[in-house]
C-alpha cells in the first residue's frame, strides 16, 4: 500500500507538456479488480494492489488512458473495464434496459387507455345494484320477526 502511494507521489518524468497527461485515479474509476468485482478504486485485494502499479507503470510511461485501458484488457480481458464497449455484445448492457423500458412503458399506457375505455363505457343505471324484490323483502322481513328478542 505504501509503495502504491509512493508511486502516485513520485512526479512524472519524460512526459511532454503537451499531450495530456493520464493519472492512477482517473483509471482507477474506469477499470474494476478480476478478482473482486469491484471498482479497483475500491478493491484492496493483492491482485488489485498489483493492478494499481502495473497502471501507474504505464502512467509513467506517458501513456494515453486509451493505451493503459487496452493493456489492462490484454492483461486481465474484457472484464477489468468497468463500462462495457458500445459495439458487439456489450452493446445489449445499455440497449437491453432502454427497450425493456420503453415496452413497459408502453404496456402500461395500452393498460391505462383500456381500463379507461371499459370504465367510460358502463352505464351509470347499470352500475347501481338492484334492491331485492317485493316478494324477497316480505320474506326477509318475516325472517327477521323471527328472530327478534
Not at 475500491?42 to 504505464?58: D, G
Not at 502512467?59 to 459495439?87: C, F, H, N
Not at 455484445?89 to 383500456?114: D, E, H, R
Amino acid at each position: 500500500m505504501l509503495a502504491v502511494a509512493l508511486l502516485v507521489a513520485v512526479p512524472l518524468g519524460g512526459a511532454s507538456a503537451a499531450t495530456p497527461q493520464t493519472s492512477l485515479t482517473e483509471i482507477e474509476s474506469e477499470v474494476m479488480c478480476p478478482v473482486c468485482g469491484t471498482l479497483l478504486e475500491l478493491a484492496e485485494s493483492p491482485q488489485a494492489q498489483r493492478e494499481k502499479v502495473f497502471v501507474e507503470r504505464l502512467v509513467r510511461a506517458g501513456k494515453s488512458k486509451g493505451e493503459i485501458k487496452d493493456a489492462l484488457v490484454a492483461e486481465y480481458g474484457d472484464a477489468v473495464l468497468a463500462l462495457p464497449q458500445g459495439s458487439g455484445f456489450s452493446l445489449s448492457a445499455y440497449l437491453v434496459p432502454i427497450v425493456a423500458f420503453v415496452i413497459a412503458v408502453i404496456a402500461l399506457a395500452c393498460g391505462v387507455a383500456k381500463w379507461r375505455r371499459a370504465g367510460g363505457d358502463a352505464d351509470p343505471d347499470d352500475s347501481a345494484p338492484a334492491g331485492p324484490s317485493a316478494e324477497d323483502s316480505e320474506r326477509l322481513d318475516a325472517d327477521l320477526a323471527r328472530y327478534d328478542l
